[in-house]
T-cell receptor
Framework: AQTVTQSQPEMSVQEAETVTLSCTYD???????LFWYKQPPSRQMILVIR??????QNATENRFSVNFQKAAKSFSLKISDSQLGDAAMYFC???????????FGQGTRLTINP | EAQVTQNPRYLITVTGKKLTVTCSQN?????MSWYRQDPGLGLRQIYY???????DKGDVPEGYKVSRKEKRNFPLILESPSPNQTSLYFC?????????????????FGAGSRLTVL
């Protein structure tokens, strides 16, 4: 079975600074995909970024980038130039190729201080 | 607009009173799923469906039922709700899950249904 661990229940950062959210996972499979979802106060689940395990290059989406360390089973999210609208709960998730569910971490609540 | 619609968004009910949370998607997705979100536990899958009349249990199916009679609809039924089913519920859909590209594994989520069982 797969597990995802987000060891930081809460994080805070000053506006315009950079913050990194941690995520580690455990799986014995070799083909899988990793995701970061954002959940703002509206509760909507919004896909932030995704990474294929077979790709060595780290995914980036504007101010969001990941540090994917496959051997260490680590998938951290870096948010650059933090904005007030980045305040949300962030979830890390994994899906194994051929599986029928995403497995989520516990979530990290990110606060942006003006 | 492509979306997953859940109703109701908020519900307070009492123990034992049957309720249904509806879920509908307009994207012709094959795959649909229900998750519940609880503090400190993240989201956990309740049930999923790979197509019409094809459903299967997720990680926490106890106390829930589902049906998939039409492709667009996937209701979640609580026959006899209990307080431990107080949670935030999400319906999600995708063309396909478990495929060989990350795009095949992107879920579109509904806006969530906050359920309180007294």
């Amino acid at each position: 079975a797969q597990t995802v661990t987000q060891s930081q229940p809460e994080m805070s950062v000053q506006e315009a600074e950079t913050v990194t959210l941690s995520c580690t996972y455990d799986t014995s499979e070799s083909d899988y995909y990793l995701f970061w979802y954002k959940q703002p106060p509206s509760r909507q689940m919004i896909l932030v970024i995704r990474q294929e395990a077979y790709k060595q290059q780290n995914a980036t989406e504007n101010r969001f980038s990941v540090n994917f360390q496959k051997a260490a089973k680590s998938f951290s999210l870096k948010i650059s130039d933090s904005q007030l609208g980045d305040a949300a709960m962030y979830f890390c998730a994994i899906i194994i190729q051929g599986a029928q569910k995403l497995v989520f971490g516990q979530g990290t609540r990110l606060t942006i201080n003006p | 607009e492509a979306q997953v619609t859940q109703n109701p968004r908020y519900l307070i009910t009492v123990t034992g009173k049957k309720l249904t949370v509806t879920c509908s998607q307009n994207m012709n997705h094959e795959y649909m799923s229900w998750y519940r979100q609880d503090p400190g536990l993240g989201l956990r899958q309740i049930y999923y469906s790979m197509n019409v009349e094809v459903t299967d249990k997720g990680d926490v199916p106890e106390g829930y039922k589902v049906s998939r009679k039409e492709k667009r609809n996937f209701p979640l039924i609580l026959e006899s709700p209990s307080p431990n089913q107080t949670s935030l519920y999400f319906c999600a859909s995708s063309f396909f899950l478990g495929g060989a590209t990350s795009g095949a594994n992107v879920l579109t989520f509904g806006a969530g249904s906050r359920l309180t069982v007294l």
